[in-house]
């Protein structure tokens, strides 16, 4: 049986308060989900509560996880605002209510559409602590896809890798990413997934032994040299990462050479010297191997030392030697590859993700806008959005940040939530012929939000727009001067044409 006890203790700290907050919230979505039960047949509650423990785990606050408790309360057990406000207060209020707006977005397979539906998850949600809370929830979902209609899961599993993955990646949230690639792997690309498997297996098993020999080995060399205290961790490339290799090496397995690397974390820097020294006073390393991301860290911030070496068993292997600290960055935040392999093309990079750290809290309390509580985010976001200001000052001119993606386009929703992508300045008319030409030419009203609007009202970021349309109805020429977009011009100025020539 579930108990807040889980997920207090994985928190660094909790004060007094912290632990009623979650405990509270605890019960609340307990209550809220009591009568409602997930495809296995477990009740519903233990969704937002393993949703909570991920959260936890990444060490976020206790407003975050609370959020996470109370994640789907709205949406499906018809908790009102008002009430979660009344029990919980406007912050854990406006987190619970981003992440049911994104709950909304639907991915419908269109490639050209990824990288628009990414920026729009990412400006919908506001704040980066929805975002999270949303990657959380997506890797329950995903750790539990065999209990989803079979013709469910390919589409969720590919939505996953191809939304979600990029955000947690870009993110630099490693162990996120990560698992959420491989859960969603063999739902995608079931073939693929299993002949990976298959030639990891091999592999590892060759490996095992070799490798189990060497670790006793560099326990007694660390403990001669009097390095006691040390954790040393045996790391296998996952299956996904594997994979995308395994193409690029003509699926010769025999040309990766770090499926597995050690690592020995210490817990203060002269150390790993210490270590790195020992190292190669016992085994012969690979010439042009030796890396000291220590005195100078890879530009994502990560360190440590890198060093390959023979194993005296017949073959290589990568050790990397750092501390606890420096591991826990590599595993939650700056040390991904990201700016390495996005760094190369162009104007990409993680410049939108500075959107994502509020100065200002976007909810506002009394008519002041209330400052953000800066403990609530981790230490290696706010990191990560320091490099990308520090960045964005050398590598974007300003002729790039006029270009920029969000000061051009709005995102706007169709009933069902889809996303429809405009440029600034659109009204019902272009949102009705993006939509598709007949419905553009057959249009007699709009509602934004539910409300019956004209059809030269300028929608907004975030507007659910409905088309009303009418068999009778036909496109009017004033119609071509209110629409923005060429597309719906050109489509209405046709129409009329068409119709001018038949009744001639
Ligand atoms: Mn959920």
Redesign the pocket.
Known sequence: MENPKEIINLLPFSSKKDVKLITRAFYFAKNAHEEQKRFSGEPYFT??FH?AKILAELKMSPTTICAGLL??TIEDANISTEELKENFGEEILFLVEGVTKL?KLKYRGAERHNESLRKLFVAVSQDIRVIIIKLA?RLH?IRTLDYVPEHKRERIAKETLEIYVPIAYRLGIRMLSRQLEDASFPFVYPKEYEKTKNLLRQKKNEDAQKLEKFQKSIKKGLAKNGITKFSLEYRVKTLYSLYHKLIRKDWNIEKIYDISALRIILSDINDCYKVLGIIHGIWRPLPGRIKDYIAFPKPNGYRALHTTIFTGYGNVVEIQIKTKEMHQEAEYGVASHVFYKEGKKKNSGLFWVTRLLPFKAPFKKGKKEKEINYEDIPRWIKELVEYQASQKLESFTNEEMKNDFFQQRIFVFTPKGDVIDLPVGSNPIDFAYAIHTEVGNHTSGAKINGKMVSLDTNLKNGDIVKIITDKKAFPRQKWAEYAKTTYAKKRIRSAIQAKNEKEK
């Open positions: 969704h937002p949703t994640h789907d709950g929830d979902n």
